[in-house]
């Protein structure tokens, strides 16, 4: 066909395939939108490729978003989810009949991927993005109350100026370094301390007093 000697309509194709192929792992639409991806890409795969090789690009292709869903469902760190985008541009770049071609093709991910964000405005969101949500949400509450709890057993504690505070500075508790903060006063380094107020993270401290 005539259309698919136009460089641009690599742009258009890849842009159309990747925005529901995303789109349909971040909302839930049953499936309709992987069936529109996979049409749009499969078109394009078949236009410039011979069927062994179109194959190949499929499952390269696919990869990518299977590690981008991986990434976002177990690791959230983002190394898989650049290891899969850069194996999805491949995929549709290497069988560009030219670099024009390739770089629409490039863009046509890229921007696909960007809109398929616009879907999570518009419908139902994945519930197994909300579940990560929460678990992240909980998972950061759970460490902040482990944190606080472990320096509310500091208060009345005893230790030892690390370092000249001025009011700020570090102290040693047991075997333990912790930053802390005098009542507007200067303590030398080395001096006896007594912890008397905790405040979150926050260690007020004073001069131990011999009795």
Same mark, same amino acid.
Do not use: C, H
């Given at each position: ?9 690599? #742009?258009? /194709?890849?842009?159309? +395939?990747? @925005? ?6 971040? &909302?839930?639409?049953? *499936?309709?939108? %992987? ?22 690009? #499929?499952? /390269?292709?696919?990869? +990518?978003? @299977? ?6 469902? &177990?690791?959230?760190? *983002?190394?898989? %989810? ?130």
């Amino acid at each position: 066909m005539e259309i698919f000697s136009q460089e641009w309509i690599a #742009l258009v /194709i890849t842009g159309l +395939g990747t @925005l529901f192929l995303l789109g349909e792992v971040l &909302v839930n639409m049953r *499936g309709i939108f %992987a069936l529109l991806g996979i049409g749009f890409i499969t078109v394009y795969f078949s236009v410039y490729l011979e069927t062994d090789s179109l194959i190949l690009m #499929l499952i /390269i292709y696919f990869i +990518g978003i @299977l590690l981008i869903i991986i990434d976002g469902k &177990v690791l959230n760190d *983002g190394t898989l %989810a650049v290891i899969g985008t850069a194996s999805m541009l491949a995929s549709v770049a290497l069988p560009a009949p030219n670099f024009a071609a390739g770089l629409y093709a490039v863009l046509g991910v890229l921007l696909g991927a960007g809109g398929s964000l616009f879907f999570l405005k518009v419908f139902k969101r994945r519930d197994m993005w909300n579940k990560i949500t929460l678990k992240d949400q909980l998972t950061s509450e759970a460490g902040y109350n482990s944190i606080n709890k472990e320096y509310r057993t500091l208060l009345n504690q005893e230790g030892i100026t690390l370092n000249d505070m001025r009011p700020v500075g570090t102290i040693r508790i047991g075997s333990r370094d912790y930053s802390a903060v005098s009542n507007g006063q200067w303590i030398p380094k080395g001096t006896e301390i007594m912890v008397m107020q905790v405040d979150g993270t926050k260690i007020l401290v004073e001069p131990k007093r011999n009795s």
